[in-house]
Nanobody
């Protein structure tokens, strides 16, 4: 499956952005999906994920309560709603997918830059 992330940009602290991840090539609904991010000079880190079966979600502690992941299996798109943005949320955000029942993300989008100013 090919993934295309979009929606990044510049926001002020306390503001919001909504990222999208459009999938093509294979049946999107077969895959568990996740968001990751990588800040300059840091390792890539998990942001959150959403299950294919019931769209239940899990989040990293740093974003819990501020970010919300959703998916639309008809539109083959996953979303990341980011509210109450902080400067430390500045990073390149990547969407990724993995087959149901596995633990390794094997499909990755190209990343979209999010910059939060203080």
């Amino acid at each position: 499956v090919q993934l295309q992330a979009s929606g990044g940009g510049l926001a002020q602290a306390g503001g919001f952005l909504r990222l999208s991840c459009a999938a093509s090539g294979r049946t999107f609904s077969f895959y568990e999906m996740g968001w990751f991010r990588q800040a300059p000079g840091k390792e890539r880190e998990f942001v959150g994920s959403i299950r294919r079966s019931d769209s239940s979600t899990s989040y990293a502690g740093a974003v819990k309560g501020r970010f919300t992941i959703s998916r639309d299996n008809v539109k083959n798109t996953m979303y990341l709603q980011m509210n109450s943005l902080k400067p430390e949320d500045t990073a390149v955000y990547y969407c990724a997918g993995r087959p149901d029942g596995t633990t390794t993300y094997v499909f990755w989008g190209q990343g979209t830059q999010v910059t939060v100013s203080s």
